[in-house]
């Protein structure tokens, strides 16, 4: 009886291990995962700025063909301001130009460029900052923003006596960047591409 009493509890142990998977990862949680975003194939607009809503405009630029160039129609809008708009990831570049009076004018701009970079700061991770020049010559600062954040990309670029041009990434939502990740890298892509061939008229 003594024995019956040792060997049941052993059994039962047995049987229950026997039974289930081999895969000691079977009942584990799995990570939370993101669709998988195709992305198209990069390809521009040479002729974009023909259209006639925007003749006379003080610079241009080649344009993704799967974008859209549309008046910025907002309330604080100022002359040759638009977005670029991409209706398939829901994100839009949003450009503002000035046109520089003097060198105080080109220090003013940079400095508001600065403060609404930065005001991003309650939120980012990290704000990364670059100077160079374009494939033209133009000095440019680009500022990249990590964390969830609503603008992930920006830059402005001056020929410092004339033009004043900004650009910045946006996307409705500033919740889980790393899903949007794909699409950031994209549009920045093709943000590149818009400041190198950027030209003033």
Not at 34 to 51: G, T
Not at 175 to 182: C, E, F, M, R, V
Request: net charge negative; aromatic share 16%; charged share 20%.
């Amino acid at each position: 009886m003594r024995q019956l009493t040792y060997i049941l509890p052993i059994l039962f142990i047995s049987l229950f291990f026997s039974c289930g998977s081999s895969d000691s990862t079977a009942y584990l949680p799995k990570p939370r995962g993101y669709h998988r975003l195709e992305m198209p194939d990069h390809s521009y607009q040479k002729d974009a700025f023909k259209d006639k809503a925007f003749k006379g405009y003080p610079y241009t630029f080649e344009v993704a063909k799967n974008a859209e160039i549309v008046p910025d129609e907002s309330f604080m809008s100022e002359p040759y301001w638009i977005e670029v708009q991409y209706p398939e990831f829901k994100a839009t570049v949003d450009i503002s130009y000035k046109k520089l009076a003097n060198y105080d004018s080109l220090v003013g701009y940079t400095n508001t460029s600065n403060v609404l970079t930065f005001k991003h700061n309650v939120r980012a991770t990290a704000i990364d900052e670059y100077t160079t020049r374009t494939n033209k010559g133009y000095t440019a600062v680009l500022y990249e923003i990590e964390g969830d954040v609503p603008s992930q990309f920006q830059f402005f670029v001056t020929d410092s006596t004339e033009h004043f041009f900004r650009a910045a990434l946006y996307f409705p939502s500033s919740t889980q960047n790393d899903s949007l990740a794909p699409v950031i890298d994209y549009v920045k892509e093709d943000m590149m591409h818009m400041l190198n061939t950027l030209e003033w008229q």
